[in-house]
């Protein structure tokens, strides 16, 4: 099964609002990342958060934690029409051997239209 | 340049062949790992590999085989065992060490079966 599950599935907004995506998970986590994919390429890596820290900015990307409700989400700032791709959630566990695997969900497609 | 790259961007396999899709990489990361993507989804892991001549199966294993013989080189061969192989294969690699959590992503292969 999934271990981040995002929502909305699918975001439509115009240039300069504002767009938040949130992604959930069930185990504990070590961190959380956020990557972006636009249609038919790889995937880029946008911000991590780890698991003590409760907030993290990277220019207009602002990321919160929330490890008592395990959510995150991903706000993005006066958005431009260039930011219209595929964004994904990921997990990274706690401990084990399974270090540096990541566990990703099925995404939230977002479109800005200008 | 540094990065990492997959080949070829499109592949079509005939019903009962095997395929090797490529991934190369120039970063000096020791860890690699393969996905594959199907349409609205997120990422599946196939293999991945933290050293040389080591890796371990993913959640999505059965039908594929790799190697790793070269710190810069992980081929993922899709077999004629996997029953559904049309997808899209992301190859990813990431630097060992606590500090280093991103993943980086090549350009992907598109594989379609005919």
């Known amino acids: 099964s999934q271990q981040g599950e995002e929502d909305p599935q699918a975001l439509s907004i115009q240039e300069g609002e504002n767009a938040t995506m949130n992604c959930s998970y069930k185990?504990?986590?070590?961190?959380l990342q956020w990557y972006r994919q636009n249609s038919g390429r790889g995937l880029v890596h946008l911000i991590l958060?780890?698991?003590?820290?409760r907030e993290k900015h990277s220019g207009r990307l602002r990321v919160t934690l929330d490890t008592s409700k395990k959510s995150s989400s991903l706000l993005i700032t006066a958005s431009r029409a260039a930011d219209t791709a595929s964004y994904f959630c990921?997990?990274?566990?706690?401990?084990?051997?399974?270090?540096?695997?990541?566990?990703f969900g099925q995404g939230t497609i977002l479109t800005v239209h200008p | 340049d540094g990065g990492i790259t997959q080949s070829p961007k499109y592949l079509f396999r005939k019903e009962g062949q095997n395929v090797t899709l490529s991934c190369e990489q120039n970063?000096?990361?020791?860890?690699m790992y393969w996905y594959r993507q199907d349409p609205g989804q997120g990422l599946r892991l196939i293999y991945y590999?933290?050293?040389?001549?080591?890796?371990q199966k993913g959640d999505i294993a059965e039908g594929y085989s790799v190697s790793r013989e070269k710190k810069e080189s992980f081929p993922l061969t899709v077999t004629s065992a996997q029953k559904n192989p049309t997808a899209f294969y992301l190859c990813a690699c990431r630097a060992r060490g606590e500090t280093y959590n991103e993943q980086f992503f090549g350009p992907g292969t598109r594989l379609t079966v005919l």
């Open positions: 590999s933290q050293i040389v001549n080591d890796f």
């Open positions: 185990t504990s986590i070590n961190n």
């Open positions: 990921a997990t990274a566990p706690r401990g084990g051997t399974s270090y540096g695997k990541l566990t």
């Open positions: 970063l000096n990361h020791d860890a």
């Open positions: 958060i780890r698991s003590n820290e």
